[in-house]
């Protein structure tokens, strides 16, 4: 940099300027373009000790009122669950690789009676209150269950289920337990290290009609499972899953509710009645007249009838901007947004496949699928897997799993019994016909197993293997001849003719996508 002429004057001879570079995050700077950005430094527990009660409120409002929430609500429940819930698997063996089937069977057989009879209070199976706990997820952002040993259970397992509306939870109750000395966050007790030794709960929800009370009750962290999503260190409570989008799903719903009414008072022709000169003096003529008062009424128009204004009376139409060509992009964009805060596509939130294509959709639905399975997978590892681990123990111990011969599985072998799996849902795809094949590909070419390929489809290889042997025992007996179970790669399909070729391949090459016969 040249050093300028009066510095050298003054100093006689060159002076060096040293030229500095500011480095900052721009998001953190602060100026007049970035004043209204609030931020605070609180901790996850101090933002949710103020608002978490509000926004399960909200939430719940949204959930009973909105349909997009409600929708929103049901393919968490959907996808999660589906219809034939969370399938157990166990995976017990007598030495390594070698499966112990008549104790695998026993356990398995064992675990679907007592999906029926595992709600304490004997309404909901076990899928049922799957769907229960994760439906209020939405809203509520965590569940409470209640682990029940002994006679209490009303089972043959000696072990249910209770499921505990989080309202219950005390969310006003921070401080110190007096019996342990351990910090109490929001009704959660931890330890120092923050572990969750127990849950303050009231002993009755406190708005219950006339079932009200305050009282607490201390259940220790063996006995319950508070399950959430873990979205910050140290964070002891859960959030709801639709807080990103509440308030834009608010306000959206407000402007649609607006924009019908105008439109409804639109199609009804509203408008107002003006006074000239030329009225007579006196109240406006419109309506009946109480008896006994002259003067002609103003009635109010039916469809197809015009009425007669009084002489120095006008009609002023009220114009409604409703239905208005920018009504259906601006709600779009608007549950755009919010199905971006949900992590779910837009066309499944809204229902809208319009402009949809074959590629848009697949790309959207693999996305969607990879968070679904995920949450299937936290939902497993935070309830079910524990829950199975509970139930295995009392199960023996009440000797409620017995073999074909009727002998019990032994208790003192838990180890041995407690390895298995669980297979969650899983969906067919857009196009069930490459994919298939793909994975069939996959299987032929080793880089698949079958046992894999079956858990991806949500079921149990061994099981399918017995069905099929079944089949073709059966077929063979009845003297019919069914097609051969075997690996057939596509690639060796022959082409379709241009004639033959459907006109579902015809949309998929104007889209740029392979076609197969």
């Known amino acids: 940099m040249k050093t300028p002429a009066f510095l050298r004057r003054v100093f006689g001879g060159k002076f060096a300027v040293k030229k500095t570079h500011v480095r900052r995050f721009q998001a953190a700077r602060i100026d007049r373009l970035s004043a209204d950005w609030i931020a605070t430094y609180s901790s996850i527990n101090e933002e949710l000790r103020g608002d978490l009660d509000r926004l399960r409120a909200r939430g719940r409002e949204l959930r009973n009122n909105n349909d997009y929430a409600r929708k929103f609500c049901g393919m968490v429940e959907t996808n999660m669950v589906g219809p034939a819930g969370f399938v157990m698997q166990a995976r017990s063996e007598n030495a390594p690789g070698k499966a112990d089937k008549l104790a695998n069977d026993a356990i398995e057989a064992a675990f679907v009676r007592w999906q029926a009879v595992c709600d304490v209070t004997g309404r909901q199976s076990l899928r049922d209150m799957c769907e229960t706990l994760v439906g209020g997820l939405p809203s509520d952002g965590e569940f409470l269950v209640r682990l029940v040993r002994g006679t209490d259970a009303g089972n043959e397992f000696n072990f249910a289920l209770q499921l505990i509306d989080v309202d219950r939870i005390d969310t006003t109750?921070?401080?110190?337990?007096?019996?342990?000395?351990?910090t109490v966050i929001m009704g959660v007790e931890v330890n120092a290290w923050r572990r969750t030794v127990a849950i303050h709960i009231?002993?009755?929800?406190?708005?219950?009609?006339?079932?009200?009370?305050?009282?607490?009750?201390?259940?220790?962290?063996?006995?319950?499972?508070?399950?959430?999503?873990?979205?910050?260190?140290?964070?002891?409570?859960?959030?709801?899953?639709?807080?990103?989008?509440?308030?834009s799903l608010h306000h959206l719903g407000g402007f649609m509710l607006a924009a019908v009414l105008a439109a409804e008072h639109g199609a009804n022709h509203f408008g107002f009645f003006t006074q000239n000169n030329d009225a007579t003096p006196g109240v406006l003529p419109v309506g009946q007249h109480e008896e006994g008062e002259g003067g002609e009424a103003i009635t109010t128009s039916q469809p197809g009838v015009y009425d007669t204004l009084p002489p120095g009376y006008d009609f002023k139409p009220h114009e409604s901007k409703y239905p208005n060509e920018v009504f259906g992009p601006f709600v779009k964009t608007a549950l755009q947004r919010v199905a971006s805060g949900w992590r779910v596509s837009y066309h499944a939130l809204a229902n809208d496949l319009e402009g949809v294509n074959f590629s848009s959709i697949r790309s959207g639905t693999l996305d969607e699928r990879d968070r679904w399975s995920s949450d299937q997978q936290w939902f497993i590892d935070i309830l079910l897997k524990r829950v199975r681990s509970e139930w295995l123990v009392m199960s023996l111990l009440s000797n409620a799993i017995t073999m074909p011969n009727g002998s019990p599985l032994p208790a003192s072998k838990v180890a041995k019994f407690a390895p298995h799996d669980w297979l969650g849902r899983r969906?067919?795809?857009?196009?069930?016909?490459?994919?298939?094949?793909?994975?069939?590909?996959?299987?032929?070419?080793?880089?698949?197993?079958?046992?894999?390929?079956?858990?991806?489809?949500?079921?149990?290889?061994?099981?399918?293997?017995?069905?099929?042997?079944?089949?073709q025992d059966l077929a063979q007996q009845l003297g019919i001849v069914l097609p051969a179970y075997a690996v057939k790669s596509v690639t060796s399909a022959p082409k379709a003719t241009p004639k033959e070729r459907p006109a579902e391949a015809e949309e998929q090459e104007e889209e740029g996508e392979e076609v197969t016969a």
Do not use: C
């Open 427 to 471: 969906w067919e795809w857009v196009d069930p016909l490459k994919d298939m094949n793909a994975r069939i590909a996959g299987v032929g070419a080793g880089l698949l197993a079958p046992q894999d390929l079956s858990a991806q489809m949500g079921r149990d290889f061994y099981d399918t293997m017995l069905k099929i042997k079944e089949a």
């Open 173 to 182: 109750f921070n401080g110190i337990e007096p019996s342990t000395g351990n």
């Open 202 to 247: 009231f002993e009755a929800h406190p708005n219950d009609g006339p079932r009200t009370s305050r009282r607490r009750v201390r259940l220790p962290a063996e006995d319950v499972i508070h399950g959430f999503k873990v979205e910050r260190a140290e964070q002891v409570r859960g959030i709801p899953w639709m807080a990103p989008g509440m308030l």
